[in-house]
């Protein structure tokens, strides 16, 4: 079953990856488990499955889903003005070719999920220098969000599509709302409520050690680095909405099953949720429409289904219509496999229903990817 799909992952070893772990559910049942390399190659430590992931921007989806709960409870419209529940966020400034001006358009609650608030992905920026400061290194989230107002936009909200820390300031926002921190809601809401017992936005600093070996890719190789999450975590209190989720395999597909069901929001959020809201500003994400925190599927299988990746390299993907679940964690960053994971959602969805499209995926592999893949 899925000789192709595992093919195609065990590519992956030859390009340098260290280690892959995928899973993938049809009808609320495990089909595949599939797994290859070793988490510590000169060791030889074979994968266990049961390894603990920094996910990055797979964080995300976590993140717009736990917004949306307080939304279905009428705690916000996607509408209001982020400045009335954020009041540093009323009198923005964007950059301009004359300069930096004051803004004209106010930051929606909608532009923070859909990626066109305005904001950059600068997590060097001096303001957080000076959160560190003023927190004694701890930034927490509220308090580091009120910072990032500081700085200026890089246009008028609702105007362009830019990959940022939109979902950071969405984090903060459900502090807000809840009058909780973000990762203690998310726990409570989300991953208590699957399961979900190795997930976490707040890992104690003596569970470090239960994070699998992380790698970055240098001259051509894997290269073991800290295990820590890279960039995005601004402090010790910092909990990023936006990439400062950990999570295992066997955790990570009970989220994506727990929405694939209606367990987490009703049928009719999830649909909001997974429909291109981004089409008047082009194609945003190559082949695919944008919704709130998630890219939508304009391809060959139609609108229903959904996904993202994170910059270490894993990838999800759920398909309404079929019942199918898909993620994969490795944790290598700058990957050379980064550009093809969307490819093998698109080789398991035609094994699994459509095979006389097999060898079209295979040779788009080829053709893109430079993977050989005999049909």
């Not at 996607?78 to 009335?84: A, G, I, N, V, W």
């Not at 894997?222 to 402090?235: E, P, Q």
């Amino acid at each position: 079953m899925l000789e192709y799909t595992k093919k195609f992952c065990d590519s992956f070893l030859e390009k340098g990856v260290p280690y892959f772990d995928l899973a993938i559910f049809k009808d609320g049942k495990s089909l595949l488990r599939y797994s290859g390399g070793h988490t510590d190659p000169e060791k030889k430590i074979p994968v266990s499955g049961k390894e603990r992931y920094n996910i990055y921007s797979c964080s995300k989806p976590i993140t717009c889903t736990a917004a949306l709960m307080l939304w279905e409870k009428g705690l916000f419209s996607l509408d209001d003005r982020l400045s009335d529940y954020m009041p540093e966020f009323s009198q923005m400034y964007v950059k301009t070719e004359d300069g930096v001006k004051k803004a004209e358009n106010p930051i929606l609650i909608h532009h923070l999920f859909e990626m066109t608030a305005g904001f950059s992905y600068n997590v060097f920026s001096p303001v957080f220098d000076e959160c560190r400061k003023n927190t004694d290194g701890k930034c927490p989230t509220r308090e580091a969000i009120k910072c990032l107002a500081k700085d200026p936009l890089l246009f008028e909200p609702g105007t362009k599509w830019e990959y940022s820390l939109c979902h950071d300031v969405l984090a903060a926002l459900v502090e807000v709302i809840s009058g909780e921190k973000f990762e203690d809601f998310v726990k409570k809401n989300i991953f208590d409520v699957l399961g979900m017992k190795d997930s976490t936005f707040m890992l104690p600093e003596n569970e470090l050690d239960t994070i699998a070996p992380q790698y970055a890719f240098q001259n051509g190789k894997a290269v073991a680095i800290a295990k820590n999450i890279r960039s995005y975590k601004l402090g010790a209190q910092y909990a990023s909405g936006g990439a400062g989720g950990i999570s295992t395999v066997d955790d990570y597909i009970k989220f994506l099953e727990g929405l694939r069901t209606y367990k987490l929001l009703k049928p009719e959020t999830l649909t909001l949720m997974t429909t291109d809201r981004t089409a008047h500003l082009g194609r945003v994400v190559i082949n695919h429409g944008y919704g709130l925190g998630v890219r939508c599927s304009c391809g060959i299988y139609g609108n229903s289904d959904f996904g993202w990746g994170g910059a270490a390299s894993a990838y999800l993907a759920v398909d309404m219509e079929n019942a199918l679940s898909v993620y994969i964690g490795m944790h290598l960053l700058g990957s050379p496999v980064q550009g093809a994971r969307s490819m093998l959602y698109n080789l398991i969805r035609a094994e699994l229903f459509e095979p006389s499209y097999v060898e079209t995926v295979l040779g788009e592999l080829t053709k893109l990817h430079g993977y050989e893949l005999t049909y």
